[in-house]
Nanobody
Framework: QVQVVESGGGLVQAGGSLRLSCAAT????????MGWFRQAPGKEREFVAA????????DYSDSVKGRFTISRDNAENTVYLQMDSLKPEDTAIYYC???????????????WGQGTQVTVSS
Protein backbone atom coordinates (compact mmCIF):
# COMPACT_ATOMS: atom_id res chain seq x y z
CA GLN A 1 0.00 0.00 0.00
CA VAL A 2 1.10 3.57 -0.64
CA GLN A 3 1.60 5.93 2.27
CA VAL A 4 1.76 9.68 1.88
CA VAL A 5 3.19 12.53 3.93
CA GLU A 6 2.06 16.08 3.24
CA SER A 7 4.04 19.21 4.07
CA GLY A 8 4.37 22.87 3.17
CA GLY A 9 1.30 24.38 4.77
CA GLY A 10 1.30 27.56 6.79
CA LEU A 11 -0.24 30.95 7.42
CA VAL A 12 -0.37 33.37 4.49
CA GLN A 13 -2.18 36.58 3.67
CA ALA A 14 -4.85 36.69 1.00
CA GLY A 15 -3.24 36.98 -2.41
CA GLY A 16 -0.16 35.09 -1.30
CA SER A 17 1.25 31.75 -2.39
CA LEU A 18 2.20 28.42 -0.88
CA ARG A 19 3.65 25.24 -2.32
CA LEU A 20 2.55 21.95 -0.81
CA SER A 21 4.48 18.70 -1.16
CA CYS A 22 3.31 15.11 -0.92
CA ALA A 23 5.94 12.41 -0.53
CA ALA A 24 4.79 8.89 -1.39
CA THR A 25 6.31 5.80 0.17
CA UNK A 26 5.49 2.11 0.14
CA UNK A 27 4.66 0.87 -3.36
CA UNK A 28 5.90 4.15 -4.77
CA UNK A 29 7.71 2.31 -7.53
CA UNK A 30 4.36 1.97 -9.30
CA UNK A 31 3.16 5.16 -10.89
CA UNK A 32 -0.29 6.07 -9.61
CA UNK A 33 -2.53 8.99 -10.42
CA MET A 34 -2.44 11.36 -7.47
CA GLY A 35 -4.89 13.84 -6.06
CA TRP A 36 -5.07 16.71 -3.61
CA PHE A 37 -8.09 17.15 -1.37
CA ARG A 38 -9.00 19.57 1.39
CA GLN A 39 -11.29 19.74 4.38
CA ALA A 40 -12.39 22.99 5.94
CA PRO A 41 -13.81 23.13 9.48
CA GLY A 42 -17.35 21.81 9.55
CA LYS A 43 -17.26 20.72 5.93
CA GLU A 44 -16.71 17.46 4.10
CA ARG A 45 -13.46 16.65 2.38
CA GLU A 46 -13.50 17.89 -1.20
CA PHE A 47 -11.51 17.30 -4.36
CA VAL A 48 -8.97 19.97 -5.32
CA ALA A 49 -6.75 18.63 -8.10
CA ALA A 50 -5.56 15.42 -9.76
CA UNK A 51 -2.65 14.43 -11.97
CA UNK A 52 -2.17 11.36 -14.12
CA UNK A 53 0.72 9.00 -13.50
CA UNK A 54 2.63 10.49 -16.43
CA UNK A 55 1.95 14.04 -15.34
CA UNK A 56 0.54 14.92 -18.76
CA UNK A 57 -3.07 15.19 -17.62
CA UNK A 58 -4.38 17.39 -14.82
CA ASP A 59 -7.81 18.19 -13.45
CA TYR A 60 -8.98 20.89 -11.06
CA SER A 61 -12.08 21.82 -9.14
CA ASP A 62 -13.77 24.95 -10.39
CA SER A 63 -12.95 26.77 -7.16
CA VAL A 64 -9.17 26.54 -7.70
CA LYS A 65 -8.87 26.40 -11.49
CA GLY A 66 -6.49 29.08 -12.74
CA ARG A 67 -4.96 29.61 -9.29
CA PHE A 68 -3.56 26.20 -8.29
CA THR A 69 -1.15 24.00 -10.25
CA ILE A 70 -0.53 20.32 -9.57
CA SER A 71 2.70 18.69 -10.70
CA ARG A 72 4.79 15.64 -9.91
CA ASP A 73 8.38 14.44 -9.88
CA ASN A 74 8.27 10.69 -10.34
CA ALA A 75 12.00 10.36 -9.74
CA GLU A 76 11.43 11.78 -6.26
CA ASN A 77 8.01 10.13 -5.72
CA THR A 78 6.66 13.55 -4.87
CA VAL A 79 3.58 15.48 -5.92
CA TYR A 80 3.27 19.24 -5.55
CA LEU A 81 0.45 21.74 -5.32
CA GLN A 82 1.42 25.32 -6.16
CA MET A 83 -1.23 27.61 -4.74
CA ASP A 84 -1.32 31.21 -5.93
CA SER A 85 -3.77 34.06 -5.36
CA LEU A 86 -4.91 32.41 -2.16
CA LYS A 87 -8.25 33.37 -0.66
CA PRO A 88 -9.56 33.04 2.91
CA GLU A 89 -11.97 30.36 1.64
CA ASP A 90 -8.94 28.21 0.75
CA THR A 91 -8.31 27.74 4.47
CA ALA A 92 -8.40 24.01 5.17
CA ILE A 93 -6.35 20.95 5.94
CA TYR A 94 -4.91 19.70 2.66
CA TYR A 95 -4.43 15.98 1.98
CA CYS A 96 -3.00 14.03 -0.89
CA UNK A 97 -3.87 10.52 -1.96
CA UNK A 98 -3.02 7.95 -4.59
CA UNK A 99 -5.99 7.31 -6.86
CA UNK A 100 -7.09 4.00 -8.29
CA UNK A 101 -7.98 5.82 -11.52
CA UNK A 102 -7.22 9.34 -12.65
CA UNK A 103 -10.88 10.01 -13.48
CA UNK A 104 -12.27 8.63 -10.20
CA UNK A 105 -11.76 11.03 -7.30
CA UNK A 106 -13.55 8.77 -4.81
CA UNK A 107 -11.48 5.60 -4.93
CA UNK A 108 -8.13 5.62 -3.21
CA UNK A 109 -5.26 3.19 -2.90
CA UNK A 110 -3.38 4.99 -0.16
CA UNK A 111 -4.21 5.63 3.45
CA TRP A 112 -4.84 9.23 4.44
CA GLY A 113 -1.92 11.13 5.90
CA GLN A 114 -2.04 13.77 8.61
CA GLY A 115 -2.53 16.51 6.09
CA THR A 116 -1.04 19.98 6.20
CA GLN A 117 -2.86 23.05 7.48
CA VAL A 118 -3.27 26.04 5.19
CA THR A 119 -4.62 29.23 6.72
CA VAL A 120 -5.28 32.30 4.61
CA SER A 121 -5.92 35.54 6.47
CA SER A 122 -7.93 38.38 5.00
Amino acid sequence: QVQVVESGGGLVQAGGSLRLSCAATGRADVRYPMGWFRQAPGKEREFVAAISWSGLDTDYSDSVKGRFTISRDNAENTVYLQMDSLKPEDTAIYYCAALARYSDHNKFISSWGQGTQVTVSS
